[in-house]
């Protein structure tokens, strides 16, 4: 059993220097060439983690988006992504089609967050009792 093992990484290994493809690795976009950049986003409406869950998702659905830390309990968004796939502004539109309002942070400043939607959202609405 062990031979078949040691027979089979040692192919992989062989074939997979050989191959143009080896590992997802393509000519195209070889590994080390993707340049991502980093933008932090104001996220208001949020009133649990399960929003923050909510707008996670969507960005893991969004093409070129690479990596998304979303946290309620501030308020912000902090995502990883490739600029030649997705634009910022289609981030921020991705994250409003949740239902929350998004905008880049500016500076070091921070703003005065004002809630301009009175209307509660689904996971923060009472439960009738029966």
């Known amino acids: 059993m ?10 992989a290994l062989i074939c997979g220097c050989s191959c ?6 393509t000519q195209e976009k070889p590994f080390g060439t993707v340049k991502t950049k980093v933008v932090e986003l104001t996220v208001t409406g949020m009133t649990c983690q399960g929003c923050a869950d909510h707008v996670t998702t ?6 070129g988006v ?3 830390d979303v946290q309620f309990t501030s308020n912000s968004a902090t995502i990883t992504y490739d600029p030649s796939t997705v634009k910022e502004e289609e981030i921020i ?5 949740t239902g929350y309002k998004a905008e880049a942070k ?5 703003k005065e967050l004002k809630k301009e939607d ?8 009472p439960k009738k009792k029966n």
């Open 2 to 11: 062990k031979t078949l093992i040691i027979s089979f990484l040692a192919t």
């Open 20 to 25: 143009k493809a080896a590992y997802g690795q």
């Open 58 to 63: 969507a960005l893991s659905k969004k093409a």
């Open 66 to 68: 690479v990596k998304s």
């Open 93 to 97: 539109q991705a994250i409003e089609e």
């Open 106 to 110: 500016t500076g070091t400043a921070k």
């Open 118 to 125: 009175p209307t509660p959202h689904a996971c923060s609405v």
